[in-house]
């Protein structure tokens, strides 16, 4: 009788994990994964998130609502990995991986990096995004800026822009700067 309640639990455990791959896969053909990265002057920054497309939809505030924290992406959180000690914005950042979080707003956003890494960015159950604050690394504010032309999918990229290295986050005609020393 033991046996057989084991092999039953083992098949629905085996269910449920193909189902949760299943799910994951499926998600990300709408958001696929992509990595970006900065390597120049000893410093090797990249960053690792799922790219949602615009599709149509008004992004800001609709699809993504001001003053909420949001995964900064699709599916899981966005991981950044830097090789060295940065400074953002005047302030340290250590060397290691972190969770990117943002919380955006009209005229300015909030990005968070924290300690935690590794998690979906959404709690299957309660929809919201799962970020312990106790572990956040870093936390800064940036303006937001408007362009004139429309990013139709999710991007975030480096540009150097004299001695500063510049995380750009775009998406539909929003631009956020996160500006990075190099020391």
């Keep these: 009788m033991m046996k057989n309640i084991l092999i039953v639990v083992g098949i629905i455990v085996a ?13 990300k053909s709408f958001s696929p994964e992509s990595t970006s990265t900065y390597e120049e002057k000893g410093h090797r ?10 599709n149509g ?18 599916n899981e959180a966005t991981k950044i990995t830097t090789a060295k000690n940065l400074l953002i914005k005047g302030q340290a950042l250590p060397k290691g991986s972190y969770s ?15 300690k935690e890494i590794g998690q979906w960015g959404l ?4 929809g919201k ?4 604050e106790t572990l956040d690394a870093l936390v800064i ?5 408007t362009m004139d032309e429309t990013i139709e999918q999710f ?12 995380m750009l986050i775009m998406w539909d005609k929003t631009l956020v700067v996160i500006p990075i020393d190099q020391n």
Excluded at 58 to 73: A, N, Q
Excluded at 129 to 132: G, I, Y
Excluded at 141 to 145: A, L, T
């Design 15 to 27: 269910i449920i994990g193909c189902a949760m791959v299943g799910l994951r896969i499926y998600t």
């Design 45 to 54: 920054i990249s960053v690792n998130y799922c790219r949602p497309y615009k």
């Design 57 to 74: 939809r008004e992004v800001f505030p609709d699809l993504i609502p001001y003053d909420k924290v949001w995964r900064t992406g699709a």
């Design 100 to 114: 990117l979080w943002t919380i955006p707003g009209k005229d300015s956003w909030e990005v968070i990096f924290n």
């Design 123 to 126: 709690d299957p159950l309660t």
């Design 129 to 132: 995004t799962n970020r312990d």
């Design 141 to 145: 504010d940036v303006p937001v800026y």
């Design 155 to 166: 991007t975030i990229q480096f540009e150097e822009w004299g001695e500063v290295i510049q």
